[in-house]
C-alpha cells in the first residue's frame, strides 16, 4: 500500500508534512530497518484496537453509536443519523450524503435528497486540512466556521474516547460527569 499504490504517506514518511518527500530506495530502506509500519500488524507489538462498538446515552435520552471496524477491504467513513424528522446517511469518501425525509403523499414513503460535499480524498476528507483552516482564521480575528465549538462543548468528544477506551480495557460502563 505504501510502495505500490502510494497511499498513505503522510503516516508512513516521517518528514513528508514538511515537504521532504524520501526516494523509492530511501522507503525500501526505513521500512526494511526503523520505519515501524515496515513491521508486520500481525506478528509485532501494536495493541491499537481493530474493532470496537461505542453506545452512548446523553442526558437527554437520545443514544448514538460508533462502530469501528479495521482490516475492511474499503477504508471509509459512514455515518447514519435517524431523528425525528429524518436521516442522514453516507460514506464521506463517496463525496455525497442522502438526506431522506418521510413523504406522507399517496404513493410514496419518502424523499430523498444527495448532497455533495466536495471534500478532499484525503487527511479524512479534507477535514484536517479545513480545522487547520478554520484555526487560522480565528487566530486572525476572522469568523470560525459554523464547525468550529469552544473548548467547554468540544471537551465532551474527547471525554467520550477516553470514557470509551476505559469501558473497553476494563470491560465497564463509564459515566461522563460535567465539567462545570
Not at 508486520?40 to 437527554?60: P, S, Y
Not at 462543548?153 to 460527569?177: C, L, P, T, W
Request: hydrophobic share 30%; with cysteine.
Amino acid at each position: 500500500m505504501y510502495m505500490e499504490q502510494e497511499l498513505w504517506g503522510n503516516y508512513a514518511w516521517d518528514n513528508m508534512h514538511l515537504g521532504i518527500i524520501p526516494t523509492h530506495e530511501e522507503k525500501i530502506e526505513s521500512l526494511r530497518t526503523s520505519n515501524p509500519y515496515g513491521r508486520c500488524v500481525w506478528r509485532c507489538d501494536n495493541d491499537v484496537v481493530d474493532h470496537q462498538t461505542v453506545i452512548i446515552e446523553f442526558e437527554d435520552g437520545s443514544t448514538a453509536s460508533h462502530n469501528l471496524t479495521g482490516a475492511t477491504s474499503k477504508p471509509c467513513r459512514t455515518i447514519h443519523i435517524t431523528g425525528t424528522k429524518g436521516e442522514i446517511s453516507g460514506t464521506m469518501e463517496d463525496g455525497y450524503f442522502l438526506v431522506r425525509q418521510p413523504d406522507t403523499r399517496s404513493g410514496h414513503v419518502y424523499k430523498e435528497e444527495r448532497i455533495e460535499l466536495n471534500v478532499a480524498a484525503d487527511m479524512h476528507g479534507g477535514g484536517d486540512l479545513r480545522l487547520v483552516a478554520d484555526f487560522v482564521r480565528t487566530l486572525r480575528g476572522e469568523k470560525p466556521s459554523l464547525s468550529s465549538t469552544a473548548l467547554e462543548k468540544s471537551i465532551y468528544g474527547h471525554q467520550i474516547g477516553f470514557a470509551a477506551e476505559r469501558a473497553r480495557s476494563e470491560n465497564s460502563v463509564e459515566e461522563i460527569r460535567s465539567l462545570v
